[in-house]
């Protein structure tokens, strides 16, 4: 008999997880399920489309044992029970089955789709607003996780006592969607990371940089390719430049040089490259000069200056996982680099699905997305899921959605300003090892 992929058919008939499967067309999960290394004809517990929908279970309930969160959300195959426990073991076997390409790729669906959505009052004079950053998740410390993913160094000859997962993601700013991301080992560079989706920045935006992603080559990049894709970044310490025309007293377009080593690299870089450059004043009295694609005739400098501070939006994005769905979590769960892969590429598609639901509640109650508050809406979400699964049929999914957009669009902020505050350093670094029994602080 021929083996074959995990049986299609009766994708309608999942576990009713209404506010994934609105979300997320079958078509999409049919597509991803087809990239699962594994083929069988057995049927199985825990087949990989009721697994893909583990793995999203699993960013939602942290702190739960992952056979308890399958239970919860009344995740088997069609026909045995419900109520029965699973092995722990199984259900690793499961993920392992799986993998962590459906996942990536399910995730990338989302980003590519829902990232370019766009709301009332969404752009910025006709711009998408997009941001660039990293960040780093730690994962369990063991022989596998550390050969692969690595760690940073201390003061002393020691590493850190946790491996390092690097994240690069491209988000959008107004919506708060993570339209795409790379992960890698710690030792990979950022910039480099993100060179990989830089090709895929939608037309008609401007993306945001930290001034650790400065690189000609990455920026040129951007701009000369698509329609209208500009960037913003903050200038390079001791950058030297030639001025060629001055705006006003605050905004000047410049030439710089191309550096040999980029040049090395990518020979159809050109000698020299030019960029506008405004200074602005911060709140905290500072002085910051910020370079920019944009055209000076179509963006006064003003606009200009005050629109790098939404820069910090991609890092809201990273607290928001980080503390509200990872419940500030020491490491990640998985021990293994396949299902590590797996649970992170779970959490962005599971963020993705709580950021789009947030944001199609305030379109339908006439607000704005970033105005909904992101750990509210989660743990309302995450509530409301685990009563659906037990309850009501599938026919009245349509309606339990609309109920469920109505109760997140009362979870909104108010109109107010968000407060200026300098970065701060929270935790200094220590020569001593952490103690890895002891639990996070609440």
Same mark, same amino acid.
Not at 273 to 300: E, M, N
């Given at each position: 008999?021929?083996?074959?992929?995990?049986?299609?058919?009766?994708?309608?008939?999942?576990?009713?997880?209404?506010?994934?499967?609105?979300?997320?067309?079958?078509?999409?999960?049919?597509?991803?399920?087809?990239?699962?290394?594994?083929?069988?004809?057995?049927?199985?517990?825990?087949?990989?489309?009721?697994?893909?929908?583990?793995?999203?279970?699993?960013?939602?309930?942290?702190?739960?044992?992952?056979?308890?969160? %399958?239970?919860?959300?009344?995740?088997?195959?069609?026909?045995?029970?419900?109520?029965?426990?699973? %092995?722990?073991?199984?259900?690793?076997?499961?993920?392992?089955?799986?993998?962590? *390409?459906?996942?990536?790729?399910?995730?990338?669906?989302?980003?590519?789709?829902?990232?370019?959505?766009?709301?009332?009052?969404?752009?910025?004079?006709?711009?998408?607003?997009?941001?660039?950053?990293?960040?780093?998740?730690?994962?369990?410390?063991?022989?596998?996780?550390?050969?692969?993913?690595?760690?940073?160094?201390?003061?002393?000859?020691?590493?850190?006592?946790?491996?390092?997962?690097?994240?690069?993601?491209?988000?959008?700013?107004?919506?708060?969607?993570?339209?795409?991301?790379?992960?890698?080992?710690?030792?990979?560079?950022?910039?480099?990371?993100?060179?990989?989706?830089?090709?895929?920045?939608?037309?008609?935006?401007?993306?945001?940089?930290?001034?650790?992603?400065?690189? *000609?080559?990455?920026?040129?990049?951007?701009?000369?390719?698509?329609?209208?894709?500009?960037?913003?970044?903050?200038?390079?310490?001791?950058?030297?430049?030639?001025?060629?025309?001055?705006?006003?007293?605050?905004?000047?377009?410049?030439?710089?040089?191309?550096?040999?080593?980029?040049?090395?690299?990518?020979?159809?870089?050109?000698?020299?490259?030019? %960029?506008?450059?405004?200074?602005?004043?911060?709140?905290?009295?500072?002085?910051?000069?910020?370079?920019?694609?944009?055209?000076?005739?179509?963006?006064?400098?003003?606009?200009?200056?005050?629109?790098?501070?939404?820069?910090?939006?991609?890092?809201?994005?990273?607290?928001?996982?980080?503390?509200?769905?990872?419940?500030?979590?020491?490491?990640?769960?998985?021990?293994?680099?396949?299902?590590?892969?797996?649970?992170?590429?779970?959490?962005?598609?599971?963020?993705?699905?709580?950021?789009?639901?947030?944001?199609?509640?305030?379109?339908?109650?006439?607000?704005?997305?970033?105005?909904?508050?992101?750990?509210?809406?989660?743990?309302?979400?995450?509530?409301?899921?685990?009563?659906?699964? %037990?309850?009501?049929?599938?026919?009245?999914?349509?309606?339990?959605?609309?109920?469920?957009?109505?109760?997140?669009?009362?979870?909104?902020?108010?109109?107010?300003?968000?407060?200026?505050?300098?970065?701060?350093?929270?935790?200094?670094?220590?020569?001593?090892?952490?103690?890895?029994?002891?639990?996070?602080?609440?």
């Amino acid at each position: 008999m021929q083996a074959r992929l995990f049986d299609l058919d009766d994708l309608h008939s999942f576990s009713d997880l209404s506010t994934f499967t609105q979300n997320i067309p079958i078509e999409w999960v049919e597509s991803a399920l087809h990239l699962a290394d594994n083929a069988t004809i057995r049927r199985r517990r825990l087949p990989a489309d009721q697994v893909l929908w583990l793995v999203l279970g699993m960013a939602l309930f942290r702190n739960e044992p992952v056979a308890e969160v %399958a239970r919860r959300l009344n995740i088997c195959a069609q026909g045995l029970a419900s109520d029965q426990l699973l %092995a722990a073991s199984g259900v690793s076997k499961a993920r392992q089955r799986l993998g962590c *390409a459906p996942v990536e790729w399910l995730f990338r669906q989302t980003g590519a789709t829902w990232g370019r959505e766009r709301y009332p009052g969404d752009d910025w004079q006709g711009l998408q607003v997009l941001a660039v950053d990293g960040a780093v998740l730690r994962t369990p410390d063991t022989p596998e996780l550390r050969a692969h993913f690595g760690s940073g160094n201390t003061s002393t000859a020691r590493q850190t006592p946790y491996p390092m997962m690097r994240v690069v993601a491209l988000m959008n700013v107004r919506s708060h969607v993570v339209l795409d991301a790379q992960l890698s080992p710690y030792r990979h560079n950022e910039m480099r990371l993100a060179a990989d989706f830089i090709d895929r920045v939608p037309d008609h935006s401007i993306t945001l940089f930290d001034k650790g992603f400065w690189s *000609a080559d990455l920026l040129c990049r951007l701009a000369d390719q698509g329609t209208a894709r500009h960037w913003l970044i903050p200038a390079r310490k001791n950058v030297v430049t030639e001025t060629l025309e001055t705006y006003n007293d605050h905004d000047r377009l410049v030439r710089m040089r191309v550096s040999p080593q980029a040049q090395r690299k990518n020979p159809a870089l050109p000698e020299t490259w030019t %960029a506008r450059v405004v200074d602005t004043v911060t709140d905290q009295g500072t002085l910051r000069t910020i370079l920019t694609s944009l055209p000076a005739a179509d963006y006064d400098t003003e606009a200009v200056a005050a629109l790098y501070d939404e820069r910090w939006e991609i890092e809201v994005g990273f607290r928001d996982i980080k503390s509200a769905l990872q419940h500030n979590a020491l490491t990640l769960r998985s021990k293994t680099v396949v299902l590590a892969y797996q649970e992170v590429w779970g959490l962005l598609l599971a963020y993705n699905v709580i950021r789009r639901e947030a944001s199609q509640a305030a379109l339908a109650h006439g607000v704005d997305p970033t105005r909904i508050r992101f750990k509210f809406a989660y743990q309302y979400i995450a509530a409301q899921l685990i009563v659906m699964a %037990a309850a009501q049929p599938l026919s009245k999914t349509g309606a339990r959605l609309s109920e469920l957009r109505a109760g997140v669009a009362q979870l909104c902020l108010d109109h107010r300003s968000r407060p200026g505050r300098p970065r701060a350093v929270k935790m200094s670094k220590t020569r001593y090892p952490v103690n890895k029994q002891a639990s996070p602080l609440k």
